[in-house]
């Protein structure tokens, strides 16, 4: 399936019907912006509580969330810098499909975009046209504001 480097994608798990995501096959893993990250231990595993802000420059319609950490990986960002991050197991639904990515939890505040797709995740059944965008279609106009970057 052909996605643009940009797309609209869901988490329908956690309830956020629609994120803007950059797919870069340049980037091995998956990341989302996270915030207030708090580590906890639900009956002996590890959990993470975190916060999604799925608007880019708006508080609005913020999700608090809960997952099992699946890994903690050495990340190295596009500036080069290494980082410890925790990773969680995302349902993503891009194009229509369902795909499950391992998702890094890191603040991407300065990035243009709340949620980057890597190919370890594109690899499941996605090929990416760098020059064309939203080929699944945009968010619907009721829930895009200008503000939120659509």
Do not use: Y
């Amino acid at each position: 399936m052909v996605a643009g480097w940009r797309e609209w994608v869901s988490l329908p798990d956690l309830d956020v019907p629609w994120l803007k995501a950059k797919l870069d096959t340049g980037a091995r893993s998956s990341a989302i912006h996270a915030f207030d990250l708090e580590e906890i231990d639900r009956d002996g595993d590890p959990h993470v509580r975190f916060r999604i802000l799925p608007w880019q420059g708006s508080e609005e319609d913020a999700v608090s969330v809960e997952c099992p950490v699946h890994d903690r990986r050495l990340v190295r960002s596009s500036s080069g810098h290494s980082e410890e991050r925790i990773v969680v197991l995302m349902d993503v639904v891009l194009l229509g499909r369902h795909l499950t990515a391992e998702v890094s939890l890191s603040n991407r505040d300065q990035m243009g975009f709340r949620m980057l797709i890597g190919r370890e995740a594109l690899r499941q059944g996605f090929l990416v046209d760098p020059g064309r965008s939203f080929l699944g279609g945009r968010a619907p106009k009721t829930v895009r504001r200008t503000n939120r970057g659509a």
